[in-house]
């Protein structure tokens, strides 16, 4: 079964210091993987995804994400954060061999202080 | 290009009755999905349509069900609603459902069970 994994509820960082938002996944068949933004009543943004190539993935507003085949891990990090940055991150995961559903993980909300 | 539109945007309602809620995708999309987004269940996938045709659907009764139309617009309707169906309904996009294309989300409706 496919799954997703965020185990932080929370990170706090100081703005201007780089961030990490930790994901792990877990798929039977190759794995396609994103991140998604959400802030206070607003849908999902989309920031970026992995399908395949480059394990370093360049998406939205800065941030970007290393896919690591070995650790099953798809972190999403920026090198510089900004207060801007708060708000709730998804990530998602869908497996190529079993449909097209997005698997999200439970969401890690994002705290940048000034 | 507009984004994904969904209404109404807030609704409420009363134990047995049903509700409908609609969603237009972006313009030249063909697949929409559906999600339920509750604070202890997070993001569940609803299903998903294509063509007129449902392709895939998540672990849900069959009250909720959904329709898609010529024009890619979808509706899902939800029969004898019961409390825990308090949810934000999240609407998504893409071009098809091939399994590596984001999917954009529209701002939900926020559906309360009284």
């Known amino acids: 079964a496919q799954s997703v994994a965020q185990p932080e509820d929370q990170v706090n960082v100081a703005e201007g210091n780089p961030l990490t938002v930790k994901c792990t996944y877990s798929v039977s068949g190759n794995p396609y993987l994103f991140w998604y933004v959400q802030y206070p009543n607003r849908g999902l943004q989309f920031l970026l995804k992995y399908i395949t190539g480059d394990n370093l993935v360049k998406g939205s507003y800065g941030f970007e994400a290393e896919f690591n085949k070995s650790q099953t891990s798809f972190h999403l990090k920026k090198p510089s954060a900004l207060v801007s940055d708060s708000a709730l991150y998804f990530c998602a995961v869908r497996d190529g061999q079993a449909g097209t559903a997005l698997i999200f993980g439970k969401g890690t909300t994002l705290s940048v202080s000034s | 290009k507009a984004g994904v539109t969904q209404t109404p945007r807030y609704l409420i309602k009363t134990r047995g009755q049903q509700v409908t809620l609609s969603c237009s995708p972006i313009?030249?999309?063909?697949?929409v999905s559906w999600y339920q987004q509750t604070p202890g269940q997070g993001l569940q996938f609803l299903f998903e349509y294509f063509s007129e045709t449902q392709r895939n659907k998540g672990n849900f009764p069959g009250r909720f069900s959904g329709r898609q139309f010529s024009n890619s617009r979808s509706e899902m309707n939800v029969s004898t609603l019961e409390l825990g169906d308090s949810a934000l309904y999240l609407c998504?996009?893409?071009?098809?459902?091939?399994?590596?294309?984001?999917?954009?989300f529209g701002p939900g409706t926020r559906l309360t069970v009284l």
């Open positions: 998504a996009s893409s071009l098809d459902p091939t399994s590596y294309n984001e999917q954009f």
């Open positions: 313009s030249g999309h063909r697949s």
